[in-house]
């Protein structure tokens, strides 16, 4: 239905209550009342309608609320002055308010093209930020299989040496496992597919599966784990444990060589809470607020470390699938401590049977 057609039969529904049920005789009401409506139409349709609508408000004060009623004659001069008043305040506010609502959409679509450039900007960003973490982590394991291929290659090395060849290759391929595994979930949580497989697991096997992901970054760490609890948890255990594999991988690569990484498991009223504590130099409190940011990484840390800057972003991405959370803090005895809290169901654990 046409603006126009909406607005007319708006103001005969007004004039049909005024005249001829409530018997309203105050002429300033029924102006007012005219104008309120004129308003209304003026700011959620064009201009034309209002022009429309304002005129055909005069026509109804004039022919039902001024004397003589029933006519379009006007008796007494001071209604020449209300009418031709009304009208003339009618289009100026119709005016008005039209063009104040066409700034406004004009500053709506402004708004809107520079979020999309904004976001285009940001996007780019992203892709450049993407392809330059790539190339180095991409370079690095390379270059070291390809100078590991070539010594295994070489018949004076000792049976010792070549295994020690075989495990340099081993680790760095599962490094660029890692690597195009991470580019995938992030793609997938992009694209919102990545899906849940709900599962009654105890937490020990999901800690055991994140240790068995990150198998050589692990070596030579000790991994002490620490059980609150004996129950079984409803979760998924391949996504907790690949936020788990994020946070103990993260965990080696910023602390010192050697110390240990401590992992606690809970389970209770909250769900499943898992902590993972390392001894390290702690966080900086200028990263504090950024490091679940896409492709950051701290300043003080991006030099010494080699990285993309998606691993804790992808745990707080698989996290968010199962309505969980990731959180960070410094220590008071030093190091860092990331906190994974995932809410589930819990059961205790079935006794064995005799």
């Not at 005219?34 to 309608?49: D, E, G, I, K």
Request: charged share 20%; net charge neutral; with cysteine.
């Amino acid at each position: 239905m046409p603006s126009e057609v909406r607005a007319i039969a708006a103001l005969l529904g007004v004039t049909f209550m005024y005249s001829r049920v409530l018997h309203v005789t105050n002429t300033t009401t029924v102006a007012l009342t005219f104008l309120l409506l004129v308003l209304v139409v003026a700011t959620t349709s064009p201009l034309r309608a209002a022009v429309v609508t304002s005129m055909a408000a005069m026509l109804c004060f004039n022919y039902f609320f001024l004397p003589p009623f029933g006519t379009f004659r006007v008796a007494d001069p001071e209604n020449w002055v209300a009418l031709v008043t009304f009208l003339a305040v009618s289009l100026v506010a119709s005016n008005l308010s039209s063009v104040a609502r066409r700034r406004a959409e004009e500053t709506v679509r402004l708004m809107g093209e520079l979020k999309e450039a904004e976001i285009a900007r940001k996007s780019e960003e992203l892709k450049s930020a993407l392809l330059a973490s790539l190339g180095h982590d991409l370079r690095t394991p390379l270059t070291a299989i390809r100078v590991a291929a070539t010594n295994l290659q070489a018949s004076w090395l000792t049976e010792p040496q070549r295994r020690e060849q075989s495990d340099l290759v081993l680790s760095e391929v599962e490094r660029l496992t890692r690597l195009f595994q991470n580019i995938l979930d992030m793609a997938r949580i992009d694209a919102g597919a990545v899906g849940t497989d709900l599962q009654w697991v105890h937490p020990s096997e999901i800690v055991q599966a994140a240790r068995d992901l990150v198998l050589h970054t692990l070596a030579g760490r000790t991994v002490e784990t620490t059980a609150i609890g004996d129950h079984l948890v409803h979760v998924d255990p391949r996504l907790t444990a690949s936020a788990l594999a994020q946070l103990l991988d993260n965990a080696a690569k910023y602390s010192r060589p050697g110390s240990p990484i401590t992992v606690t498991t809970s389970s209770g009223a909250d769900g499943l809470t898992i902590t993972v504590r390392d001894e390290g130099q702690g966080i900086a409190p200028a990263d504090l607020p950024h490091l679940f940011d896409r492709f950051y990484r701290g300043g003080e840390t991006r030099p010494r470390v080699s990285g993309t800057g998606m691993g804790l972003s992808i745990a707080r991405g698989v996290l968010a699938v199962q309505h969980g959370r990731i959180w960070a803090e410094n220590r008071a005895e030093g190091g860092a401590q990331f906190t994974i809290q995932v809410p589930t169901a819990i059961r205790t654990v079935p006794e064995p049977v005799a």
